[in-house]
Structure formats: C-alpha cells, structure tokens
T-cell receptor, first 111, second 108 residues
Framework: NAGVTQTPKFQVLKTGQSMTLQCAQDMNHNSMYWYRQDPGMGLRLIYYSASEGTTDKGEVPNGYNVSRLNKREFSLRLESAAPSQTSVYFC??????????FGDGTRLSIL | AQKVTQAQTEISVVEKEDVTLDCVYETRDTTYYLFWYKQPPSGELVFLIRRNSFDEQNEISGRYSWNFQKSTSSFNFTITASQVVDSAVYFCAHDMRFGAGTRLTVKP
C-alpha cells in the first residue's frame, strides 16, 4: 500500500513565487491534514479537512490555501512564498479516533 | 482550544535506563483521543500508542507503557530498558494537535 503520498519531496522557491504541494491517500480516510514542522516547534496544524467538501483553518493558516479535490487528494498552496514559510510540510490522513498516517514530508526552502 | 504541552525539550539517558516522557493536555472535549508518535532521525512519523478518554486503564506493550490520568490531564509515556534505537523525537498529540516534542538521546 502506498498510504499517503506527497509530492514533491524537495523544493526551492524564490520569495514571491507560488507553488502547490500535493497529497494523496489510498486508505479511504475521510479526514486529511497539513502540518508544518519547524525546529523546536513540533507539528503545527495549517489546515484540515474533516470530510470531502469541507476545510478548516488550523493554528497557522496565514499565507496558505487548501483544496480538498476529492476524497483522496488534499493540496496546499502558497500564493506568494515568504522565507518564513521555509519548513518541512507533512500531510496526514485518518479516520476520526484512529491515529494519523503521515506522508514522508516535503522540504521547502524559500530564498 | 486544545493544547498539548511537552515540558521536556531534550532528554539524554544511558542505554538500559528507563525514561518517562511527560505530556499534559488541555481540552474542553468530553470524549477525546490521545496519541504518542515517534520521529526517528530518518524523519518519518510513526504511531506508537493511542488512548481514549473513557478508558484510564494503563497498559504495557513490550518495553512501552503509558500512564493516563484524566484528573491531572496527563498522558505520560515510559520506555523501559532504553536502547540506542529509541533515540528519536517523541510527540504527544490530542486529536490533531501536537506538542512540541521531546528529543530523546540514548547513549551506548
């Protein structure tokens, strides 16, 4: 099973550029999540989608947008990248009450 | 809002020592789930244990055990007879909210 697949794995952007991080899961999970991980700050929730057709803000949504394209896919978009958005981004999915399944992460550097 | 606090930023032990990782949470939910995850140096996030709010029975699974106390909003995790391979960052989570993590280093 592929589980949760994130693309790309690495990306370098210039300030002001835009990009979309892709995430897809094949476990038929209703809920999907985007986190960012910065040193010493753990995993901070950016946005989540409790079910297909819904999205909600997490702790640090500013500068990001999301799209729950269908049950399998949940994308994260940076419209105008800033150096403060340099981070490792994780996508996760789960059924409520169960543990989250994580992708391998995307290392994003913004110069 | 939910909040998870892991007060221990870093812990260093010598192999075979027991180590307890602390986790305190805040919630207004009456039913909820708590989790521990491990992030080894390779970077992936691995689920370890889950506890739901209506079951305070503490359990042992191999070298892992956990102590859930609803009265103090704590969900502590213990590794018995630690090994070098246990070196990782450990995260406590309340539903979808994570603590800042505790970096455990086990020295040979």
């Amino acid at each position: 099973n592929a589980g949760v697949t994130q693309t790309p794995k690495f990306q370098v952007l210039k300030t002001g550029q835009s990009m979309t991080l892709q995430c897809a899961q094949d476990m038929n999970h209703n809920s999907m999540y985007w986190y960012r991980q910065d040193p010493g700050m753990g995993l901070r929730l950016i946005y989540y989608s409790a079910s297909e057709g819904t999205t909600d803000k997490g702790e640090v949504p500013n500068g990001y947008n999301v799209s729950r394209l269908n049950k399998r896919e949940f994308s994260l978009r940076l419209e105008s990248a800033a150096p403060s958005q340099t981070s490792v981004y994780f996508c996760a999915s789960r059924t409520i009450g169960e543990p989250q399944h994580f992708g391998d992460g995307t290392r994003l550097s913004i110069l | 809002a939910q909040k998870v606090t892991q007060a221990q930023t870093e812990i260093s032990v010598v192999e075979k020592e027991d180590v307890t990782l602390d986790c305190v949470y805040e919630t207004r939910d009456t039913t909820y789930y708590l989790f521990w995850y491990k992030q080894p140096p390779s970077g992936e996030l691995v689920f370890l244990i889950r506890r739901n709010s209506f079951d305070e029975q503490n359990e042992i699974s191999g070298r892992y055990s956990w102590n859930f106390q609803k009265s103090t909003s704590s969900f502590n995790f213990t590794i018995t007879a630690s090994q070098v391979v246990d070196s990782a960052v450990y995260f406590c989570a309340h539903d979808m909210r994570f603590g800042a993590g505790t970096r455990l280093t086990v020295k040979p």
